[in-house]
């Protein structure tokens, strides 16, 4: 059974940074491409970034260019996001699940964790 465990969330000030990890188990993550997602309080879940199988390619919304980084670690079959100069619009669960391809299509995603809390604020 394929599964997906985020953690690594919490609450941090604005300009602060976190590192969040997506752990597979019940099946090799070199296969699929991962990318997060978050919902904040009373909004549509948004798609985050995204890292392929095969090259490691990468790609971000971009309301996080720059700021986000999301990496791979097939070794310890984990996916991480780390997360610089964090905003109070940052704030809300963060969720990994797993695709073919990478994807901004919410559709086309399977597997996914229960989430992450994270919260930016003073």
């Known amino acids: 059974q394929l599964q997906l465990v985020e953690s690594g969330g919490g609450l941090v000030q604005p300009g602060g940074s976190l590192r969040l990890s997506c752990a597979a188990s019940?099946?090799?993550?070199?296969?699929?491409?991962i990318a997060w997602f978050r919902q904040g309080p009373g909004k549509e879940p948004e798609w985050v970034s995204c890292?392929?199988?095969?090259?490691?390619?990468?790609v971000y919304a971009d309301s996080v260019k720059g700021r986000f980084t999301i990496s791979r670690d097939n070794a310890k079959n984990t996916v991480y996001l780390l997360m610089n100069s964090l905003k109070p619009e940052d704030t809300g669960s963060y969720s990994c699940?797993?695709?073919?391809?990478?994807?901004?299509?919410?559709?086309?995603?399977?597997?996914w964790g229960q989430g992450t809390q994270v919260t930016v604020s003073t």
């Open positions: 890292i392929s199988s095969s090259d490691g390619f990468t």
């Open positions: 699940a797993a695709a073919s391809l990478c994807s901004r299509n919410i559709g086309d995603f399977h597997s």
């Open positions: 019940g099946f090799t993550l070199d296969y699929y491409a």
